[in-house]
């Protein structure tokens, strides 16, 4: 009987770590990134970085988040201690709003 415990657990326990985890919800934005950008509706990211990293001097960047609604770039960058967020137009390239 306790033989056929620990089996069943051992079963449970190696049916719950081979389980696929949830799927992480940047990896859909960077898919729809990725097919806007194919069908030429958007900028590639790197174009854009090019366009804002540098105006954000002192900076570091900790990088991008994807709206495929709004088809807008939102980057991520601390200065200190504060997080400051640059959304990009991914049509244009254009700043539309720091915060």
Do not use: C, W
């Amino acid at each position: 009987m306790m033989l056929h415990r620990l089996v069943l657990v051992f079963t449970l326990a190696s049916i719950a770590l081979l389980s696929p985890v949830t799927a992480d919800p940047r990896r859909g934005e960077q898919n729809e990134a990725r097919q806007d950008m194919r069908a030429g509706k958007v900028k590639p990211l790197r174009e854009i970085e090019a366009i804002i990293v540098p105006r954000m001097r002192g900076m570091q960047y900790l990088g991008p988040e994807y709206d495929p609604s709004a088809q807008v770039y939102r980057l991520k960058f601390i200065d200190r201690a504060r997080v400051i967020f640059v959304d990009v137009d991914g049509r244009t390239g254009s700043m539309l709003r720091q915060r």
